[in-house]
């Protein structure tokens, strides 16, 4: 991936919110941003049958920069994927009966 300056961090990050940067030990990254609920919806779908879709989908649908052979190498995707999970940080709630 080419360099990627402070600048254009705080842009995407103005624009998206949270991003995240995943790198494989071989040196290939990329950039996500966090999954919305209409995604995570479609990924977990697709993903009951196809369970490399699920990463597929959120790989495609949250990437903003990165070596585009992340997404077609599978020894890349697949190292990538271990991680995707980790984009989706579910906040703890609490049921009280009242």
């Known amino acids: 991936m080419k360099e990627i300056t402070n600048e254009q961090i705080a842009q995407l ?5 949270d991003i995240f940067k995943i790198t494989v030990e071989s040196g290939e990254s990329c950039i996500l941003r966090k999954p919305n ?7 977990s779908t697709a993903g009951q049958n196809d369970p490399l879709k699920f990463s597929e989908i959120i790989l495609n649908q949250c990437w903003l920069e990165g ?5 077609t190498d599978d020894e890349l995707f697949l190292a ?7 984009l989706v940080k579910v ?3 609490e049921l009280e009966k009242l």
Do not use: F, M, N, P
């Open 80 to 86: 990538v994927s271990q991680h995707l999970g980790e």
């Open 67 to 71: 070596d585009e052979q992340i997404k």
């Open 37 to 43: 609920r209409k995604e995570l919806s479609y990924a």
């Open 13 to 17: 990050k103005a624009k998206h919110g």
């Open 91 to 93: 906040k703890s709630a």
